[in-house]
């Protein structure tokens, strides 16, 4: 069974950046993609970033994809997502998530099957 923690979210002034960080215990996670998504207050899940189990594929949503970087270390069982040119509009809790499954868009979130608790980002103005 895959455990998911998120960690690395705050408050933040507009402009700013934070590095949100996914471990997972309990088994190892390098074959897997993985993805972030987040939810605001009274809005859908929606995603944001993922990545394939070697790296060789990632993939962003375009209302982020100039300012955010999705990496992993399959070493420490570890995603990283660093989020720079923090708007407003980027608060939300943010989720990890852990995609088994080999088919299917890495953008569906109906595919993650393990999901973190979620860490909550606030983007000041």
């Known amino acids: 069974q895959v455990q998911l923690v998120e960690s690395g979210g705050g408050l933040v002034q507009a402009g700013g950046s934070l590095r949100l960080s996914c471990a997972a215990s309990?088994?190892?996670?390098?074959?897997?993609?993985m993805g972030w998504f987040r939810q605001a207050p009274g809005k859908e899940r929606e995603f944001v970033a993922a990545i394939s189990w070697s790296g060789g594929s990632i993939d962003y949503a375009d209302s982020v994809k100039s300012r955010v970087t999705i990496s992993r270390d399959n070493a420490k069982n570890t995603v990283y997502l660093q989020m720079n040119s923090l708007k407003p509009e980027d608060t939300a809790v943010y989720y990890c998530?852990?995609?088994?499954?080999?088919?299917?868009?890495?953008?569906?979130?109906?595919?993650?099957?393990?999901w973190g608790q979620g860490t909550q980002v606030t983007v000041s103005s």
């Open positions: 309990g088994r190892i996670l390098s074959r897997y993609t």
């Open positions: 998530a852990c995609k088994r499954v080999l088919y299917g868009s890495s953008g569906e979130s109906r595919l993650y099957d393990t």
